[in-house]
C-alpha cells in the first residue's frame, strides 16, 4: 500500500467515527502528533466510554536517511558508500489503563511496514591501488547489500499519557520494542568484486545476526481531543 492511498482511508475511517459518534454518545476521538525514535508522524486516538481501561490509536510514522560518506583505504584508495534506511509504519494500538485515575498505560499492537529499504551501495571512484596492484573502477565494479525484516511486526511497551485526553489538549510519551525477526540478507556485486567468496558467507552472516530482531523505541505526542 502505498502513502498516497494510506493517508485518504485514515481521513476516510475518522470521518465514518465521526458518524458513529453522533450515534454512540460515549465515542470519544484526538488527533495527535508523534515525534522519536521512530522519525515523526501522526495518529489518531479512540476511546468507546469514560469508564472504559482501553483506548485505541490509528496511526503512521516515517524515519529515513541517505547521506553517503567516504572511507578511506590508504592515500591512493577511496571508498564511497550511499546508504539508504526508510521506516515507514502504519500502526495499529491497544492501550490498556489499569486505573482510570492515571494516564499510566500498557501498550500492544501490529504495525506494517510499507516500501521498506535498509541498504548500502558501495563503489569507489579511485579505484584499487594497493602497492603493485592498480584496479580501475570500472573494473572493480560495485557492492550492495540489502537487509530484509518482516513487514508486519508487533510491538509491546509502556507509556504515560492517554490516547485520547480529558482535556482538550493532552501530552504523553512511549517507551517500547517491535519485534522484527530475523534478517535475511540479499548481497549484489559486479566486476571483480563478483569474484568474491562473500556471497557464500551469506548464510553464515544471517545466523550471526539472528539476534538482531528487536527495535526499541521511544515516542512522545501531543494531541488534540475532537468532537467536543
Not at 134 to 159: A, F, S
Not at 160 to 173: L, M, T
Request: glycine share 10%; with cysteine; hydrophobic share 35%.
Amino acid at each position: 500500500m502505498k502513502l498516497r492511498y494510506l493517508l485518504p482511508s485514515i481521513i476516510f475511517l475518522l470521518l465514518s467515527s465521526q458518524v458513529q459518534a453522533s450515534i454512540d454518545p460515549p465515542g470519544k476521538f484526538s488527533f495527535g502528533v508523534l515525534g522519536g525514535t521512530l522519525g515523526y508522524g501522526g495518529e489518531f486516538g479512540y476511546r468507546y466510554s469514560d469508564d472504559s481501561h482501553w483506548q485505541f490509536r490509528l496511526g503512521y510514522t516515517h524515519i529515513g536517511y541517505k547521506k553517503p560518506f567516504n572511507v578511506e583505504i590508504n592515500k591512493d584508495t577511496k571508498a564511497q558508500f550511499s546508504p539508504l534506511v526508510r521506516m515507514n509504519l502504519a500502526q495499529i494500538k491497544a492501550d490498556y489503563h489499569p486505573s482510570l485515575h492515571s494516564s499510566f498505560r500498557i501498550t500492544g499492537g501490529i504495525a506494517y511496514q510499507i516500501n521498506p529499504r535498509y541498504s548500502v551501495l558501495g563503489s569507489s571512484e579511485t579505484g584499487l591501488v594497493i602497492d603493485d596492484v592498480n584496479i580501475n573502477p570500472e573494473d572493480l565494479g560495485q557492492v550492495e547489500i540489502r537487509l530484509k525484516w518482516w513487514k508486519l511486526t508487533p510491538h509491546l511497551g509502556i507509556g504515560v499519557g492517554r490516547a485520547v485526553p480529558r482535556k482538550r489538549v493532552g501530552a504523553g510519551f512511549e517507551l517500547g520494542c517491535y519485534y522484527l525477526g530475523s534478517p535475511k540478507i540479499d548481497f549484489w556485486t559486479n566486476g571483480l568484486l563478483d569474484e568474491t567468496t562473500i556471497p557464500d558467507q551469506i548464510p553464515k552472516i544471517e545466523h550471526n545476526m539472528r539476534n538482531y530482531s528487536f527495535l526499541p523505541y521511544l515516542l512522545v505526542s501531543l494531541r488534540v481531543r475532537l468532537g467536543d
